[in-house]
Nanobody, 122 residues
Framework: QVQLVESGGGLVQAGGSLRLSCAASGRTFSVYAMSWFRQDAGKEREFVAF????????YYADSVKGRFTISRDNAKNTLYLQMNSLKPEDTALYYCAAGYSPVSYSTGYRYWGQGTQVTVSS
């Protein structure tokens, strides 16, 4: 079992940057594929990016490709999401998730954090 805690969200102007972190408990962090999802009020949860357990494979939603970068530090049991050139439509509650395969659908992840709010003002 793994517990996930996100941090780093906040209020930023359009064009700005934020770096989200997801701290994981346990000693088997590297076995999990990790992903970021987001959900805005009244909308469905949306895939953002995933990364393989080793960190060698990544995949992004088209809406964030070229602006966001997912990474992980297995020695620190931490997942990151660097978000640049933020847009108002990036406003959402951002969740990290852990699973056994790097997939882009939410049902593929067994463990979830509580989320961190990102708000981008225009």
């Amino acid at each position: 079992q793994v517990q996930l805690v996100e941090s780093g969200g906040g209020l930023v102007q359009a064009g700005g940057s934020l770096r989200l972190s997801c701290a994981a408990s346990g000693r088997t962090f590297s076995v999990y594929a990790m992903s970021w999802f987001r959900q805005d009020a009244g909308k469905e949860r949306e895939f953002v990016a995933f990364i393989s357990g080793s960190g060698g494979g990544t995949y992004y939603a088209d809406s964030v490709k070229g602006r966001f970068t997912i990474s992980r530090d297995n020695a620190k049991n931490t997942l990151y999401l660097q978000m640049n050139s933020l847009k108002p439509e990036d406003t959402a509650l951002y969740y990290c998730a852990a699973g056994y395969s790097p997939v882009s659908y939410s049902t593929g992840y067994r463990y979830w954090g509580q989320g961190t709010q990102v708000t981008v003002s225009s």
